[in-house]
Protein backbone atom coordinates (compact mmCIF):
# COMPACT_ATOMS: atom_id res chain seq x y z
CA UNK A 1 0.00 0.00 0.00
CA UNK A 2 2.56 2.46 0.84
CA UNK A 3 4.46 1.54 -2.59
CA UNK A 4 1.19 2.45 -4.35
CA UNK A 5 0.89 5.93 -2.58
CA UNK A 6 4.61 6.76 -3.31
CA UNK A 7 4.62 5.62 -7.30
CA UNK A 8 0.86 7.66 -7.28
CA UNK A 9 2.71 10.40 -5.57
CA UNK A 10 5.94 10.75 -8.16
CA UNK A 11 3.29 10.65 -10.95
CA UNK A 12 1.31 12.84 -9.60
CA UNK A 13 4.45 15.31 -8.65
CA UNK A 14 5.28 14.61 -12.96
CA UNK A 15 2.07 15.28 -14.27
CA UNK A 16 1.73 18.78 -12.19
CA UNK A 17 5.44 19.51 -13.33
CA UNK A 18 4.72 18.57 -17.22
CA UNK A 19 1.24 20.73 -16.40
CA UNK A 20 3.48 24.01 -15.70
CA UNK A 21 5.99 23.72 -17.92
CA UNK A 22 3.70 23.65 -20.67
CA UNK A 23 2.92 27.38 -20.98
CA UNK A 24 6.49 28.49 -20.33
CA UNK A 25 7.00 26.19 -24.03
CA UNK A 26 3.99 27.51 -25.87
CA UNK A 27 5.40 30.95 -25.29
CA UNK A 28 8.60 30.56 -26.41
CA UNK A 29 7.64 28.95 -29.66
CA UNK A 30 5.30 31.28 -30.40
CA UNK A 31 7.84 34.16 -29.84
CA UNK A 32 10.69 32.00 -31.97
CA UNK A 33 7.46 31.87 -34.58
CA UNK A 34 8.13 33.15 -37.96
CA UNK A 35 4.67 34.79 -38.39
CA UNK A 36 4.96 37.06 -35.77
CA UNK A 37 8.44 38.43 -36.33
CA UNK A 38 8.79 41.92 -37.09
CA UNK A 39 12.25 41.45 -39.28
CA UNK A 40 10.70 40.88 -42.19
CA UNK A 41 9.13 44.20 -41.73
CA UNK A 42 9.68 47.03 -44.67
CA UNK A 43 9.45 50.12 -43.77
CA UNK A 44 7.59 52.61 -46.37
CA UNK A 45 7.23 55.88 -47.32
CA UNK A 46 6.22 58.23 -45.21
CA UNK A 47 5.55 62.44 -45.62
CA UNK A 48 8.09 64.47 -43.90
CA UNK A 49 7.04 66.94 -41.94
CA UNK A 50 7.90 70.97 -43.66
CA UNK A 51 11.22 72.09 -41.53
CA UNK A 52 8.70 75.48 -40.71
CA UNK A 53 4.74 76.48 -40.27
CA UNK A 54 2.41 76.50 -43.05
CA UNK A 55 2.23 80.22 -42.68
CA UNK A 56 6.21 80.82 -42.66
CA UNK A 57 6.22 81.74 -46.19
CA UNK A 58 3.55 84.37 -46.49
CA UNK A 59 3.05 86.92 -47.78
CA UNK A 60 4.97 84.96 -51.21
CA UNK A 61 3.21 81.23 -50.46
CA UNK A 62 0.00 81.99 -48.51
CA UNK A 63 -1.05 78.83 -45.66
CA UNK A 64 -3.41 77.54 -47.20
CA UNK A 65 -1.46 76.59 -50.36
CA UNK A 66 0.72 75.16 -48.89
CA UNK A 67 -1.31 72.85 -46.73
CA UNK A 68 -3.01 71.53 -49.53
CA UNK A 69 0.46 71.54 -51.42
CA UNK A 70 2.11 69.71 -48.69
CA UNK A 71 -0.93 67.36 -47.26
CA UNK A 72 -2.84 66.55 -50.70
CA UNK A 73 -0.18 66.59 -53.34
CA UNK A 74 2.50 65.46 -51.91
CA UNK A 75 0.99 63.19 -49.57
CA UNK A 76 -0.64 61.34 -52.76
CA UNK A 77 3.17 61.14 -54.52
CA UNK A 78 3.80 59.54 -51.23
CA UNK A 79 1.12 56.77 -51.52
CA UNK A 80 1.70 56.37 -54.99
CA UNK A 81 4.99 55.49 -54.82
CA UNK A 82 4.18 52.61 -51.67
CA UNK A 83 1.52 51.82 -53.70
CA UNK A 84 4.11 50.92 -57.32
CA UNK A 85 6.86 49.62 -54.95
CA UNK A 86 4.91 47.26 -53.28
CA UNK A 87 5.14 44.07 -56.06
CA UNK A 88 8.69 44.48 -54.99
CA UNK A 89 9.26 45.48 -51.61
CA UNK A 90 12.81 45.14 -51.63
CA UNK A 91 12.96 48.81 -53.61
CA UNK A 92 11.63 49.95 -50.06
CA UNK A 93 14.98 50.20 -48.51
CA UNK A 94 16.09 53.09 -51.40
CA UNK A 95 15.95 56.59 -51.28
CA UNK A 96 13.56 58.35 -53.22
CA UNK A 97 16.76 59.94 -54.89
CA UNK A 98 17.99 56.26 -55.68
CA UNK A 99 15.01 55.05 -57.18
CA UNK A 100 15.36 57.73 -59.51
CA UNK A 101 19.13 58.22 -60.24
CA UNK A 102 19.27 55.09 -62.31
CA UNK A 103 15.92 54.47 -64.04
CA UNK A 104 17.14 52.33 -66.33
CA UNK A 105 17.76 49.48 -63.45
CA UNK A 106 13.62 49.89 -62.43
CA UNK A 107 10.98 46.75 -63.23
CA UNK A 108 9.69 47.70 -66.28
CA UNK A 109 5.50 47.32 -65.16
CA UNK A 110 6.67 50.28 -62.73
CA UNK A 111 9.47 52.21 -64.07
CA UNK A 112 7.11 55.01 -65.27
CA UNK A 113 4.84 55.15 -61.70
CA UNK A 114 8.15 55.66 -60.15
CA UNK A 115 9.94 57.92 -61.90
CA UNK A 116 6.33 60.30 -61.67
CA UNK A 117 6.11 59.33 -57.86
CA UNK A 118 9.73 58.88 -56.38
CA UNK A 119 10.38 62.16 -58.33
CA UNK A 120 7.36 64.22 -56.79
CA UNK A 121 8.80 62.57 -53.36
CA UNK A 122 12.08 63.57 -54.20
CA UNK A 123 11.42 66.88 -56.10
CA UNK A 124 8.86 68.61 -52.83
CA UNK A 125 11.11 67.13 -49.98
CA UNK A 126 13.96 69.36 -52.01
CA UNK A 127 11.59 72.42 -52.52
CA UNK A 128 10.94 73.19 -48.85
CA UNK A 129 14.20 72.92 -48.00
CA UNK A 130 15.33 75.76 -50.60
CA UNK A 131 12.65 78.56 -49.21
CA UNK A 132 12.90 80.23 -45.81
CA UNK A 133 10.76 82.14 -43.65
CA UNK A 134 14.38 84.64 -43.48
CA UNK A 135 14.10 87.02 -46.69
CA UNK A 136 16.38 88.97 -48.59
CA UNK A 137 19.01 85.59 -48.26
CA UNK A 138 21.46 85.36 -50.68
CA UNK A 139 24.38 83.00 -52.29
CA UNK A 140 27.75 83.57 -50.72
CA UNK A 141 31.42 81.93 -51.06
CA UNK A 142 31.69 79.35 -53.47
CA UNK A 143 28.20 79.12 -55.05
CA UNK A 144 28.05 83.17 -55.42
CA UNK A 145 31.70 82.51 -56.92
CA UNK A 146 30.32 79.60 -59.58
CA UNK A 147 26.89 82.38 -60.23
CA UNK A 148 29.31 85.03 -61.02
CA UNK A 149 31.80 83.59 -63.40
CA UNK A 150 28.75 81.36 -64.84
CA UNK A 151 25.57 83.89 -65.45
CA UNK A 152 27.55 87.30 -64.55
CA UNK A 153 26.04 88.26 -61.61
CA UNK A 154 23.59 87.76 -59.12
CA UNK A 155 20.93 89.59 -60.78
CA UNK A 156 21.46 88.25 -64.18
CA UNK A 157 21.23 84.52 -62.59
CA UNK A 158 17.67 85.90 -61.03
CA UNK A 159 16.33 86.86 -64.79
CA UNK A 160 17.68 84.41 -66.50
CA UNK A 161 16.35 81.36 -63.52
CA UNK A 162 13.20 83.38 -63.96
CA UNK A 163 12.78 83.42 -67.76
CA UNK A 164 13.51 79.69 -67.99
CA UNK A 165 10.39 79.31 -65.86
CA UNK A 166 8.09 81.48 -67.70
CA UNK A 167 9.33 79.79 -70.65
CA UNK A 168 8.72 75.70 -68.60
CA UNK A 169 5.17 74.94 -70.48
CA UNK A 170 2.47 73.19 -68.51
CA UNK A 171 3.44 71.57 -65.75
CA UNK A 172 7.09 70.72 -64.38
CA UNK A 173 10.16 72.23 -62.51
CA UNK A 174 12.87 74.71 -63.25
CA UNK A 175 16.46 73.65 -61.52
CA UNK A 176 19.78 75.25 -60.94
CA UNK A 177 21.94 72.48 -61.52
CA UNK A 178 25.69 71.23 -61.55
CA UNK A 179 27.18 68.55 -62.99
CA UNK A 180 29.91 66.37 -62.54
CA UNK A 181 32.58 69.09 -63.34
CA UNK A 182 30.86 71.20 -61.13
CA UNK A 183 29.65 73.69 -64.06
CA UNK A 184 26.03 75.18 -63.11
CA UNK A 185 23.58 75.61 -65.78
CA UNK A 186 19.24 76.53 -65.69
CA UNK A 187 17.21 73.55 -66.93
CA UNK A 188 13.43 72.95 -67.39
CA UNK A 189 11.95 69.54 -66.47
CA UNK A 190 8.35 68.52 -67.08
CA UNK A 191 5.93 66.71 -64.96
CA UNK A 192 7.85 65.17 -61.74
CA UNK A 193 11.06 64.52 -63.75
CA UNK A 194 14.15 65.24 -61.82
CA UNK A 195 17.52 66.42 -62.67
CA UNK A 196 19.18 63.57 -60.38
CA UNK A 197 17.73 61.30 -63.02
CA UNK A 198 20.13 62.91 -66.29
CA UNK A 199 23.10 62.68 -63.57
CA UNK A 200 22.62 66.44 -62.41
CA UNK A 201 22.71 67.81 -58.87
CA UNK A 202 19.69 70.43 -58.00
CA UNK A 203 20.56 73.53 -56.07
CA UNK A 204 17.83 75.51 -56.63
CA UNK A 205 14.48 74.48 -58.06
CA UNK A 206 11.37 76.04 -58.37
CA UNK A 207 7.73 74.32 -58.71
CA UNK A 208 5.48 75.47 -61.59
CA UNK A 209 3.31 73.43 -61.31
CA UNK A 210 -0.41 75.86 -61.09
CA UNK A 211 -1.04 74.12 -57.53
CA UNK A 212 1.90 75.58 -56.32
CA UNK A 213 0.54 78.81 -56.96
CA UNK A 214 -2.78 78.76 -58.26
CA UNK A 215 -4.58 80.14 -55.15
CA UNK A 216 -2.79 83.51 -54.70
CA UNK A 217 -1.76 84.50 -58.17
CA UNK A 218 -4.22 82.72 -60.36
CA UNK A 219 -2.59 82.81 -64.39
CA UNK A 220 -0.03 84.85 -62.78
CA UNK A 221 2.93 82.82 -63.06
CA UNK A 222 5.65 85.81 -63.55
CA UNK A 223 4.23 87.30 -59.67
CA UNK A 224 5.06 84.42 -58.20
Known amino acids: MKKNNKVFLILSLIAISFILLIPSYL ?3 NNNSPTTSN ?3 VE ?3 LKPLPYKYNALEPY ?3 KTMQIHHTKHQQAYVDNLNKALAKYPELYKKTAEELISNTNALPLDIKQ ?3 NNAGG ?4 EFF ?3 MSPEHNQKPHGNLLRAINDTFGCF ?3 KEEFSSKALSNFGSGWTWLVKDSNNKLSIMNTANQDSPISLSYTPILGIDVWEHAYYLKYQNRRAEY
Open 27 to 29: SKA
Open 39 to 41: KDE
Open 44 to 46: KFT
Open 61 to 63: IDK
Open 113 to 115: AVI
Open 121 to 124: VSNH
Open 128 to 130: WTV
Open 155 to 157: DKF
